[in-house]
């Protein structure tokens, strides 16, 4: 088992929940405030480290197994996005997804990190 931060699709509610093949929700927790939060195209988010200027970004932690991770979860994540580990406010560390080196810069990237919250930005 391995702790693992959702901060987009995956939380409860969300298009991509099914994939955690009922893997348990630890806690609701938010990211220590050392990333910058993009919308990729209005599509899904990501989160990257920063050394400065970063926020918190909201999202669920939980308890999912490795199996879970590589057969079901990594599978559906899109290219922009690859399997790193985060800080929680906590100090905490959990695994996520966040955005590709690669993909810095490009035109699809929309900051939100003033928002911190994938489902508050999508109800704008």
């Known amino acids: 088992m391995a702790l693992m931060f959702l901060n987009g699709g995956g939380m409860r509610g969300g298009p991509l929940h099914?994939?955690?093949q009922g893997?348990?929700?630890v806690r609701v927790a938010r990211s220590a405030p050392r990333?910058?939060?993009?919308s990729v195209g209005d599509r899904f988010p990501a989160m990257h480290e920063v050394?400065?200027?970063?926020?918190?970004v909201v999202g669920e932690v939980y308890d999912l197994p490795l199996s879970v991770l590589r057969d079901h979860l990594l599978p559906a994540e899109p290219p922009e996005?690859?399997?790193g580990v985060v800080e929680l406010s906590d100090g905490t560390?959990?695994?996520?997804?966040?955005?590709r080196e690669s993909f810095l810069g490009t035109e699809e990237l929309l900051d939100?990190?003033?928002?911190g919250?994938?489902?508050?930005?999508?109800?704008r």
């Open 93 to 99: 560390a959990c695994l996520a997804t966040v955005l």
């Open 35 to 38: 990333y910058r939060y993009f």
């Open 81 to 83: 996005l690859e399997l």
């Open 112 to 115: 939100i990190t003033e928002i």
């Open 23 to 25: 893997a348990a929700l």
């Open 117 to 123: 919250d994938w489902r508050a930005y999508r109800a």
């Open 51 to 56: 050394p400065r200027g970063g926020a918190s």
């Open 18 to 20: 099914h994939q955690l």
